[in-house]
Structure formats: structure tokens, C-alpha cells
């Protein structure tokens, strides 16, 4: 089975840098003149090195992986036509409460930003079936797939990888969606399901600008492939007043 060899679980990568505290306040000042403090979007690093720094800016992440095993789901909203318009999952975060009820940064993305909001909190325990059972959720489509050769490391080969797939893992995947009451008879159907079924309009997600996002009530997960600025939650709070001070004086400028 050809998989990546690990997955990223929100630490450092490529694409992230940590920053000194002139070095935010020069990007904050030059890319994030929509910043509303009233919109609160929040990240949890679970490592050490990473979430007890003060600044970071995360601006060049490509191909993102999803954090839990399997990449299925994001390599399918990625690239699939009924997504083209919404952002890649490159940057997840939670909107309006912070996800196992711990914040580490406050998030601040540059200007023009694009978010896809999930109609849950949080979508690895979402389920996407309208079907008999209802019982898939977004979650089993890695344990779905890991069963079988179907790569998830880039597009095209996921797609010749079903295109081509193996008699034994064809039925593999006969077997287990007949125990969701879902009928796969040819390869093309494994393909053509997830595109009826992973679908935004169908499962209630939407696409918003940054400043839309204050109207968007209760926890979400939120994604965007912008740049943005992360700020330790101790040090978002103690640096607070001096952005609330900037909007006024420039709502008063601009006034």
C-alpha cells in the first residue's frame, strides 16, 4: 500500500515561520486592515514547540494533509468541480469557541480572505450520507479507503487508482458500502458516489468572506488557504487594546 510515510498533526511545516513581535505588528499593519476583533477565530496546536510561541505566520502551505489518517476527504474537496470555488483546506480552524474547549492562538488573516464553513463544529464526525443507514461518517471515508491500494497523495493518482483498481479491493469496497445500504456495481460508481454525496449545497456548507463571518452564530469549523497571523492566546490578550486603539483612530479617519 503506497501512503505517505506520516501526516502532519498542527505542528511546524513548510509555509509557517515563527515571527518577532515588530515583525507581526509591519504584517499586521501592511495585510490585515479588515481585522475585526469581534470575529473571534481560534487554533489549537497540540505541540509544545509550536504553541507556546508568541507569533506565527502561516502563508505558503500546499497540500495540506488531513490531521487524522487518511486524506481522502481533503484530496476530494480540493479538487473536486463542486468545490472550485471555495478556498483548499490548507488552514483549519474553529470559529466562535475553540475546539476540546482550549485555545492556543487567536487566528488574523490578511485581507480578502475566503472561508469554507462547515454546517458542524467540527466535520470528522460529520455524517454525509443521505442514504439508507445514515451511518458514514466523514471519518470512515479514510478507514474506507485504507483497505485498498487507492493512493492519497495527489489527485491523479487517486483518480487512475480507482480507474484501475483491483478486483480484490473492488469487492472489498462492494462489501463495505453494501453495509451502509449503498450499491456500488462498476468502478465508475465509486467515484460518481462521492461526488453526488460530498457535496456543499447537500451538506449545508457555505463559502464566506472574512467580514461575513461575524454573522455565522455557534462553533464552526472554518477553513481558508489565505495567509494569516497566529497569536498566543496570553499574548493575543495582552496586545488586544492597542488593535481595538487602531480601528478607532482609523474609524475615526476614515469617519
Known amino acids: 500500500m503506497i501512503k505517505y510515510d506520516g501526516f502532519i498533526l498542527e505542528r511546524m511545516w513548510n509555509g509557517s515561520r515563527k515571527l518577532t513581535e515588530g515583525q507581526f505588528w509591519k504584517l499586521y499593519k501592511d495585510n490585515c486592515q479588515e481585522h475585526d476583533v469581534n470575529i473571534k477565530i481560534y487554533k489549537n496546536f497540540d505541540n509544545n514547540n509550536i504553541s507556546d510561541e508568541d507569533f506565527l505566520i502561516m502563508d505558503k502551505i500546499k497540500n495540506r494533509r488531513s490531521s487524522m489518517d ?3 476527504y481533503t484530496l476530494m474537496m480540493n479538487n473536486m468541480e463542486a468545490w472550485k470555488e471555495y478556498p483548499k483546506r490548507s488552514q483549519i480552524c474553529s470559529l466562535n469557541d475553540s ?32 442514504g439508507e443507514y445514515k ?11 485504507n483497505l485498498t491500494e487507492i493512493r492519497d497523495d495527489n489527485w491523479e493518482n487517486f483518480l487512475n487508482d480507482i480507474e ?19 450499491r456500488i456495481g462498476k468502478e465508475e460508481d465509486i467515484l460518481k458516489f462521492f461526488v453526488d454525496q460530498l ?3 447537500k ?13 455565522i452564530k455557534g462553533r ?4 481558508t488557504d489565505s495567509p494569516c497571523l497566529y497569536v498566543n492566546e496570553y499574548k493575543y490578550k495582552k496586545i488586544l487594546p492597542k488593535m481595538i486603539e487602531m480601528k478607532t483612530k482609523k474609524f475615526l479617519k476614515n469617519a
Open 70 to 72: 487518511g486524506n481522502y
Open 99 to 130: 475546539y476540546r474547549g482550549y485555545t492556543t492562538h487567536f487566528v488574523i488573516p490578511y485581507d480578502k480572505s475566503k472561508w469554507g464553513v462547515c454546517s458542524t463544529p467540527d466535520i470528522w464526525g460529520m455524517y454525509f450520507i443521505d
Open 135 to 145: 451511518v458514514l461518517p466523514f471519518s470512515n471515508i479514510a478507514n474506507i479507503f
Open 164 to 182: 484501475n483498481i483491483s478486483k480484490d479491493d473492488f469487492v472489498r469496497l462492494q462489501h463495505i458500502f453494501r453495509r451502509y445500504g449503498i
Open 199 to 201: 457535496n456543499p449545497v
Open 203 to 215: 451538506l449545508g456548507f457555505k463559502l464566506r468572506d472574512y467580514k461575513e463571518l461575524n454573522m
Open 220 to 223: 464552526k469549523e472554518i477553513w
